[in-house]
């Protein structure tokens, strides 16, 4: 067997929408759309109350904003129900739990994450991002270290951010660049081992097909070997 990328990201390479149970996102209101990135309520960076106060407080930043909406991108093993508890009913707000991340992705113009690793997503996508962690506790990946996110402790300071990483040219820069700076150095800096193994099998598999060829034919054949 030759794993050399996954089926999940197919779409993002054909500019393909996903399919998903929410509502289409032409039902939301004309205005920016903010993006939260759930991490798996219970788990060890996020337990049930603090994820429950990260929902309550994008919420009240997001629709402190004029005509701003939000998606809430659900993790897949969420079954907690505490969103549709704290969001049930309003049409400002779009709840998701099917469907791939790339789609939703392109609809936001800023994304917020807590202690989820799909921030890298974002940062692939060029999304301005927001790193919210209430707590102060240790998580995954921490995106302000490249200067690739805003990091807000605080939830009255939550809506600043989201202004700022829409509307601060400045700061929208600095977060470009330190997109860049995370993708070098955690994408493509960890990635030349994976990229020979690649290579590897592609040459494998223009050996055997050439070597057959050659076979058919009544011939010898050389190696194809990278140049």
Not at 7 to 34: F, T
Not at 46 to 63: D, P
Not at 103 to 119: E, H, N, P
């Amino acid at each position: 067997m030759r794993v050399v990328g996954s089926p999940i990201y197919e779409s993002v390479a054909n500019h393909r929408n996903a399919a998903s149970d929410a509502k289409p996102i032409s039902e939301h209101p004309v205005g920016c759309r903010v993006l939260l990135l759930g991490s798996r309520p219970g788990g060890y960076y996020v337990n049930t109350a603090v994820f429950e106060r990260i929902l309550r407080a994008t919420g009240e930043a997001t629709f402190s904003i004029p005509g701003a909406s939000l998606i809430v991108k659900l993790h897949p093993s969420d079954h907690s129900g505490i969103a549709e508890r704290v969001f049930g009913g309003n049409r400002n707000v779009t709840l998701v739990k099917k469907g791939e991340l790339s789609f939703w992705l392109r609809q936001c113009d800023v994304a917020i994450v807590t202690s989820s690793t799909t921030g890298m997503e974002a940062c692939m996508f060029d999304i301005p991002l927001v790193e919210f962690n209430p707590t102060g506790n240790e998580i995954p990946v921490e995106y302000y270290n490249y200067g690739a996110a805003i990091p807000v402790r605080n939830a009255s300071d939550l809506a600043t951010a989201i202004h700022n990483a829409l509307h601060d040219e400045g700061v929208r820069e600095q977060l470009r660049q330190g997109r860049r700076r995370l993708i070098d150095d955690v994408l493509n800096g960890g990635n030349s081992d994976a990229s020979l193994r690649v290579a590897s099998e592609v040459l494998d598999v223009l050996n055997d097909t050439h070597e057959a060829t050659a076979q058919s034919q009544g011939r010898s054949s050389l190696p194809v070997v990278p140049e």
